[in-house]
């Protein structure tokens, strides 16, 4: 059975009434296409809701059924219009999102801030985590979409570039690299080199540069930023990192210098989302924000030293 919500409104309308006149006009109808609506649903549901007399109108024992459940069904209704047109107007919804953690440090939380405090009633939800991670989160739909630096099948998402990240070699401020503008990989010879986590993006691009530097290996191998930062800032050495990681090494007051190697592939930023599937209204507001909002690197970055008297290892 298949009855219009506008049908059960038009029962109820004459249900509270009870003149035919008055609950036509109530629902901006004429008395005679009143009429046969109330016939309509009455013939739907095989049997007579009203008894009718030239003066009055009641309701039959059927009628004074369908009643509540005719109520329950039109709040039902209202509240599930309600519902979409609060996720169409970003008043309520969840967004879920992937990002590495270079980009989830500082950029990335300025741009979801921005976006609570516009919507307010909007869940943001955020997972921190590296590339082989990222795509499987978009794969099985635990996230709206997600940022990524490396992606090595782009026909399995639909993908669009952010923005380039250039590398800088991070050092303390009075190394003798720091006054630099610029530097080339081969430079680091004779370095002490902490390297971040092996096998990662950022390592595979590195590698085959700094395997014809004679670097000093320091046996570090991190995979949390802020250890490497910490290290570096007591003069255990230096590393090379995305230009977007620069925030976890500059809150102590490191030096950064861009890599400037024509033949070094630079990092990128990438946004992707599942092929095929449409993202909520929220989520497309968030995507928006972040594509409005691209960080801009400067070629060099040299903060101010916040610690004094460092001194460099080896």
């Known amino acids: 059975m298949n009855i219009?919500?506008?049908?059960?409104?038009?029962?109820?309308?004459?249900?509270?009434?009870?003149n035919f006149t008055e609950a036509a006009t109530r629902m901006h109808m004429s008395q005679s296409a009143f009429s046969q609506a109330i016939a309509r649903l009455e013939s739907q549901v095989g049997v007579?809701?009203?008894?009718?007399?030239?003066?009055?109108?009641?309701l039959t024992p059927e009628g004074k059924l369908l009643v509540p459940m005719a109520t329950r069904l039109e709040r039902d209704i209202a509240l599930m219009f309600q519902e979409l047109h609060d996720h169409a107007d970003r008043k309520k919804g969840k967004v879920?999102?992937?990002?590495?953690?270079?980009?989830?440090?500082?950029?990335?939380?300025?741009?979801?801030?921005?976006f609570q405090r516009r919507h307010p009633g909007i869940q943001l939800q955020l997972h921190d985590t590296y590339s082989d991670r990222i795509l499987e989160l978009v794969r099985n739909g635990t996230?709206?979409?997600?940022?990524?630096?490396?992606?090595?099948?782009?026909?399995?998402?639909?993908?669009?570039?952010?923005?380039?990240?250039p590398h800088y070699l991070v050092c303390p401020q009075d190394h003798p690299l720091a006054k630099e503008k610029s530097i080339r990989v081969a430079q680091l010879a004779g370095e002490n080199y902490i390297h971040l986590l092996?096998?990662?993006?950022?390592?595979?691009?590195?590698?085959p540069h700094l395997s014809r530097v004679a670097i000093r290996d320091t046996g570090f191998e991190l995979n949390n930023m802020s250890t490497a930062a910490g290290l570096i800032a007591n003069g255990m050495g230096v590393t090379i990192v995305a230009g977007q990681s620069l925030f976890n090494y500059q809150r102590l007051g490191l030096a950064a210098v861009l890599v400037s190697d024509a033949d070094l592939r630079?990092?990128?930023?990438?946004l992707l989302k599942r092929r095929g599937h449409s993202l909520s209204v929220a989520a497309q507001g968030l995507r928006e924000m972040i594509e409005a909002d691209k960080p801009v690197l400067p070629a060099t970055q040299r903060?101010?030293?916040?610690?004094?008297?460092?001194?460099?290892?080896?």
Not at 101 to 109: C, E, I, K, N, Q
Not at 143 to 165: Q, S, T, Y
Not at 198 to 207: D, V
Not at 266 to 270: A, C, H, I, T, V
């Open 198 to 207: 092996r096998g990662s993006n950022l390592w595979q691009r590195l590698y």
């Open 96 to 114: 879920a999102i992937a990002a590495p953690p270079g980009a989830s440090a500082d950029w990335l939380p300025r741009v979801m801030a921005n």
């Open 143 to 165: 996230v709206d979409f997600a940022l990524n630096r490396e992606i090595e099948r782009p026909e399995e998402f639909d993908v669009c570039k952010l923005f380039d990240d």
């Open 266 to 270: 630079n990092s990128g930023l990438y």
């Open 303 to 314: 903060p101010a030293a916040r610690r004094q008297g460092r001194t460099r290892a080896g």
């Open 48 to 58: 007579k809701l009203f008894d009718r007399s030239t003066r009055s109108v009641s």
């Open 4 to 18: 219009a919500p506008r049908l059960l409104q038009s029962f109820l309308a004459l249900a509270h009434c009870r």
